[in-house]
């Protein structure tokens, strides 16, 4: 019953995660003299916690390298307010959007349906223990029926990221470790983009990779072994149970129907070129 947490996943997270890859993301914060590069990313998805230090935005986004967080946070505070970054954000979701998918596609019934039942299933969201989630749950709710379904699958997208990390401390697997086991894995970022894009140096990658091997996680060419695949399954079970609030809340057929509109619209952005493939296995 829980895997419907992580099917629901794998079908809505590109709703959210396009703008992450979209250059109207950086457009839209340049604009606002935030420096190209990782400024804009930490600063637009950790705004919504208001102008927090790089100890917060590193432990709540926990697989970045801190020593990258601190070099632009809380900079970017001094530069634009969290309240501007976060109208740039929308902003630029918006623009995105209407590039890859056009108005016609955006003001369809399935796109309302969609935000719809997504708004309907972050009610059964609950913000304890769950910081990045609760911050954006105290945001206001778009009037558009896209940019509404882009926030409520950035609300189960943080809610399921906050569970994440739960489960990933309980296994004792820190964040560039997690990084490290992901790139094993068919479909995850390459252990290059993984390491690049979080911004780890070579030597911290490797000791993170020595870590795991000394537990029998990964072997000696950085496959990852049974136990490693035992552990990562562990884990996953873990964060689906602690994130199925949202889809207790649905009836069965309304997360069905949910799963497909939404999942129509992860096809349509992911054939629009919403992600950049070379970046994964």
């Known amino acids: 019953m829980t895997k419907i947490a992580r099917h629901a996943k794998a079908a809505l997270e590109l709703v959210h995660a396009m703008i992450y890859f979209a250059p109207e993301g950086e457009e839209r914060y340049a604009e606002l003299g935030l420096k190209k590069g990782r400024m804009g990313y930490y600063a ?6 208001g102008p927090v230090g790089p100890g ?60 719809e039942l997504a708004r309907e299933a972050t009610e059964g969201c609950s913000p304890e223990g769950k910081p990045l989630y609760a911050a954006h749950a105290d945001l206001d709710w778009p009037e ?13 997208r943080e809610f399921r990221g906050d569970a994440h990390i739960a489960a990933l401390q309980q296994a004792e697997i820190s964040g560039i470790q997690s990084l490290v086991l992901h790139s094993t894995v068919p479909g995850g970022f390459t252990a290059e983009a993984a390491r690049q894009l979080r911004e780890w140096s070579e030597q911290q990658w490797a000791r993170a990779a020595d870590e795991l091997r000394e537990r029998g996680l990964v072997d000696a060419d950085d496959t990852i072994t ?13 964060t ?14 309304k997360v069905q129907e949910l799963v497909s509109s939404g999942g129509s ?14 970046l994964f296995a």
């Open 44 to 49: 637009s998805r950790s705004a919504a916690m």
């Open 56 to 115: 917060v935005v590193a432990a709540t986004f926990y697989n970045f390298n801190p020593e990258s967080v601190a070099k632009h946070i809380p900079a970017a505070w001094e530069i634009a307010s969290p309240a501007k970054i976060l109208d740039a954000r929308l902003d630029a979701v918006d623009a995105a959007m209407r590039r890859m998918l056009g108005d016609e596609f955006l003001a369809s019934s399935e796109v309302a349906r969609a935000a």
């Open 144 to 156: 558009q029926p896209h940019l509404r379904l882009w926030h409520a699958v950035t609300l189960l």
């Open 226 to 238: 049974e136990a490693g695949e035992a552990l990562r399954e562990e884990v996953e079970v873990a």
């Open 240 to 253: 689906d149970a602690m994130s199925m609030g949202p889809w207790r809340t649905l009836s069965q057929e």
């Open 265 to 278: 619209v992860s096809k349509a952005l992911y054939k629009a070129g919403a992600v950049p493939t070379e």
